[in-house]
């Protein structure tokens, strides 16, 4: 937490220390008007005499403005602050978290830092103004309060200081309670958040499987425990006023009764007591502002831990110190023995994969689920690095180049087609940031898009929701597909991309796309063999090992498990063919 501040609030130190100067203008003021108070009661009122206080009524006056003037000034400074703090952090967070590779993020999970982003960055904002607003101030009128009291009235400090005892004994059994009710809060929270995040994306197998009541039940009974927990944090919250006004009302009444006879024996004036009450109000009003900010500490502390913890990771994907420049095409893919796992000490999730593949040749794999054909497509533009072996482009290692440029000669087509909330030309162009409509509508006819982007209102400029939900999965994957070819890459990876379109449609694209690639790499993974039977080379993986390698009349005569797939997808005429 501390690290976090003193990074991010280095650059404004200076409306800081503005910051703490209008802090103390502020308490100052808090402190002199009851002198003021106290001279005018003894110097005017009390002594009988005809003594003008109207300058030091004026005086009160310009004070009690600059009281109020002060900190609503001091507001906007500390509002500035905070929010630019909050937004540094914001976007020095996901700067670095796009720099982490897909094994880095999956350390934490999207949700956790989707958190992270959002609530645990919002709370550190909100700790800022707390500790800014209360913590700055509380402290200066606490002490303050208390010098001058004792300087008005040494006699009465006793009291002044048996009350401060009480308060720092209740605050510290409220904040050290709070704490650890918060903390068990938190977890309770984020079970409710965890399942209604799981019941919402669900819902359709819930009713599918008539599962509502069910569903109902579990989310109240987390829903009791939240309420529980929550009516516990807030007794004790709830304990803050009442306890502190009997404090200083009790304080007050032992004032007045031992003030009365210190002003029967000329100890001192109506005017010092009036005073030292209000100090006393002052010093406790200080202890609530300390204390509450107190009890968000542990709330701020948690949110500065969670963030360090992705901040203090470091890339284990990064461009070497010295990169190799690119050809200006790709014209060779080889694998090197290549081997991968996912953790180490972990199981292989690939093992000794060799092959080499040119421009112009289509590579296909094909294995059951968790062959490792996902991974392998992967490794290609580094999103995970090989565990051993090498992978070379052009013959050039592909850690020695510069991770962008290599993605910038790929083009992914992803197992689950995601699309961007906003239009398909903005999807599209995501692919090729400069593309015009005649290469979106180019790219469209080869992924065989047009005719349903035609249909829309709208055309290109046609609005998507986030993920693309108001398409068909089918429209999602030709839509994904046409970004990739509006690229134009060296490489094309497509991972299962053909599965959600039917027979016809997924002639005419390959039909498309194999002129639009004759000059291109292309590796297919896909579970159809009529999707990979005209590809140049086949490899069959299982169970992360490369256990044929040909063509598809080659693998039928000569491998079992490319041949065991085929019988389940094909007729006996196209066995035979």
Known sequence: MIELYAKFLRPYWKKIVLIVLLSMLATLCSLMLPMLSKRIIDEGVLSGENVSYGGTVALMAVIAVLSMLFPAVNGKFISETAMSFSRNLRAEFFKHVLSLSQRDLDQFGTASLIGRQGN?????????????????TAPLMCIGGLIVALLTSPRLAWIVLAAILLCLAFVAFVV??????????????????????ESLNGMRVIRAFNKEESEKKRFSAVSA?????????????????????????????????????????????????????????????????????????PRVQS???????????????????????????????????VSFRYSEGGANALSDISFTVSAGQTLAIIGGTGAGKSTL????????????????????????????ELREHIGVVPQKAFLFGGSIMENLRRGKRDATEEEANHALDVAQSRDFVEEKEYGLYTALTPGGTNLSGGQRQRLSIARAVIRKPDIYLFDDSFSALDFKTDAALRRALSKETRNAIVIIVAQRISTIKSADQILVLENGKLVGQGTHSELLANNDVYREIARSQLSREEMGA
Not at 121 to 133: F, N, P, R, S
Not at 392 to 401: E, K, M, S, T
Request: glycine share 6%; charged share 20%; aromatic share 10%.
């Open 176 to 197: 050290g309670t709070v704490r650890k009710i918060f903390l068990l809060y938190q977890e309770k929270l984020d079970s409710v958040n965890r399942l209604a995040r």
């Open 120 to 136: 645990d960055i919002m709370q550190m904002q909100l700790g800022l103004v707390q500790l800014l607003t209360f913590m700055l």
């Open 225 to 297: 425990e939240v309420k529980d927990t929550s009516s516990d944090l807030h007794r004790y919250l709830l304990m803050f006023p009442p306890v502190m006004s009997f404090i200083v009302n009790f304080a007050n009444i032992l004032v007045l009764w031992f003030g009365a006879h210190y002003m029967t024996d000329h100890l001192a004036t109506y005017g010092d007591i009036q005073a030292f009450i209000q100090y006393l109000t002052l010093i406790v009003f200080g202890m609530m502002m300390l204390s509450a900010g107190l009890i968000v500490l």
């Open 303 to 337: 949110a500065g831990s969670r963030i360090t913890e992705v901040l203090h990771v470091a890339p284990s994907i990064r461009d070497a110190e010295q990169p190799q420049e690119l050809a200006e095409h790709i014209r060779t893919l080889e694998f090197k023995g």
């Open 377 to 404: 497509l992967n490794l290609i533009p580094r999103y995970y690095d090989t565990s051993e072996g090498a992978i070379l482009v052009n013959g050039c290692d592909i850690r020695n180049l510069r991770q962008a």
